[in-house]
């Protein structure tokens, strides 16, 4: 993972933040600031948007350690569907529910050398043993989620099932309730939501076309 304390980790668009790994923000330091400054002076925006980047991807790490706890121990067809609803029980839920303690576990768990070690791990132990359909799930199984297909394929599902829960993409969402989480960690006053609600909205919609 890139380091986040570099200067260039991340950079203002028209269209908000985007950041080194392919973040996106629709939010501007200035917005941030104005609704957490004694957030932002503590960790700063280099550490917020890199704790964000994440937590997003918490879903793909806890559906690949899913699948590879599960498949020595169940059928491989229960342990991809366990896999997969655990991906989307995570997608749906996890941008609004921002815990700071987990971020470093979640960090580790997305590492791709750890996840890497631990499929050669299983494919090695489940091929000696002839165990032909455990390595080719683990196999595709791998392949699908490190290449977030889950994501690109489901996420207009993910987005209508998170509605009731938050308006906002998920990285946002992710970002506005990782800084009320650091506030009432250390006790900090922040903005009203709305208004960060409303900023975000309107950024996203910055350049659009109106609809005819």
Request: aromatic share 10%.
């Amino acid at each position: 993972m890139t380091d986040p304390r570099r200067p260039s980790y991340w950079a203002e668009t028209p269209t908000g933040i985007v950041t080194v790994e392919g973040g996106h923000f629709h939010t501007t330091h200035a917005d941030a600031r104005a609704f957490a400054p004694e957030v932002l002076d503590r960790y700063g925006m280099d550490a917020l948007l890199a704790m964000a980047t994440v937590w997003y991807h918490l879903p793909t790490a806890v559906g690949l350690i899913t699948l590879i706890s599960l498949l020595p121990l169940i059928s491989v067809w229960h342990a991809l569907w366990m896999a997969s609803a655990t991906w989307f029980f995570a997608a749906v839920v996890s941008p609004s529910t921002v815990f700071i303690s987990l971020i470093k576990p979640v960090r580790w768990a997305s590492h791709p050398v750890l996840q890497g070690l631990l499929y050669v791990l299983l494919l090695s132990t489940s091929a000696v043993q002839d165990d032909f359909p455990v390595v080719m799930a683990g196999l595709s199984g791998f392949i699908i989620f490190r290449w977030q297909l889950p994501e690109r394929l489901f996420s207009g599902v993910v987005a209508f099932l998170r509605r009731p829960l938050s308006s906002l993409p998920a990285q946002d969402a992710i970002l506005r309730n990782l800084m009320v989480r650091a506030a009432l960690k250390h006790g900090y006053a922040v903005g009203g939501t709305d208004v960060m609600q409303r900023r975000i909205l309107e950024i996203m919609n910055h350049g659009r076309k109106p609809r005819t």
